[in-house]
């Protein structure tokens, strides 16, 4: 019993120092990208896990801003000349 609860602690701090860690890492890297917009993009940072979006606006702030991001359209809004991959 002891060892399990042992664990569950750990697991809990564990969770606690990943939820800060993201947290100080977007304060102290996304959030001036995103307040401050760049004019040309920032390469995609390959340890952050992006998003899924289907507004335009948020999707150009996040690409400018080098966050992984996904652009949803419905399919007819999709050219038939655009290779899907």
């Known amino acids: 019993l002891v060892f399990r609860d042992l664990m569950v602690f750990i697991s809990q701090l564990q969770c606690t120092l990943l939820d800060i860690h993201a947290a ?49 359209h419905r399919e007819e809004f999709i050219p038939p000349t655009m290779n899907v991959v």
């Open 24 to 72: 100080l890492e977007y304060i102290q890297i996304l959030y001036p990208l995103l307040t401050n917009v760049l004019s040309t993009p920032m390469h995609a940072n390959p340890n952050w896990m992006g998003c899924f979006t289907n507004n335009t606006q948020i999707c150009e702030v996040l690409y400018f801003a080098g966050v992984p991001v996904w652009l949803v």
